[in-house]
């Protein structure tokens, strides 16, 4: 972009930006799982699946669609935009702007691709505890606040002061 501060010189995110930002986001993921839910619960009602795991198939593969959905979404956004809808309510951006998608690809795989998972008993409090120590350890990285998803990609989340 032109005009814009070097990619190294820009103003890191805020932790609380970036929560702010996902949280945004994990409503409008949240409601698409709960209109998955209610969807997979009335097919697998409907064709005598439903006691299959305990009846908690519809919860495994309401998960494990919103959260490919959203990993598309986010590998998608960042790819195209630089920011998901959350981060542009929040006025942040990912930097640089020259991300390969590949990269961008894997970014989006370790966090939040872990939502996937969050469906399948024992599987989901591992995933938990992954997406929390990615959010703790953006906390503890000081100066740049990077999580592990970050430092994989080659990039950082900064204020977009335009």
């Not at 690809?105 to 008993?121: A, C, E, Q, T, W």
């Not at 703790?136 to 000081?142: F, N």
């Amino acid at each position: 972009m032109a005009g814009s501060p070097s990619w190294a010189d820009a103003l890191p995110a805020e932790w609380w930006e970036r929560l702010a930002a996902r949280a945004i986001e994990a409503l409008v993921f949240g409601v698409f799982y709960y209109i998955l839910f209610i969807a997979l619960w009335g097919i697998f009602r409907t064709v005598g699946m439903l006691e299959v795991f305990d009846g908690r198939l519809p919860g495994v593969f309401a998960w494990l669609a919103a959260g490919l959905g959203y990993v598309g979404y986010d590998w998608w956004a960042h790819s195209r935009r630089g920011r998901t809808f959350g981060k542009a309510i929040m006025r942040i951006r990912l930097a640089p702007d020259d991300v390969p998608s590949g990269a961008l690809l894997k970014r989006s795989l370790l966090y939040p691709g872990p939502v996937m998972l969050m469906g399948i008993p024992v599987v989901n409090l591992l995933a938990g505890m992954l997406l929390f120590c990615v959010g703790l350890l953006i906390l503890i990285d000081k100066p740049l606040e990077r999580g592990p998803h970050d430092r994989l990609a080659g990039t950082r989340v900064v204020k977009d002061l335009q």
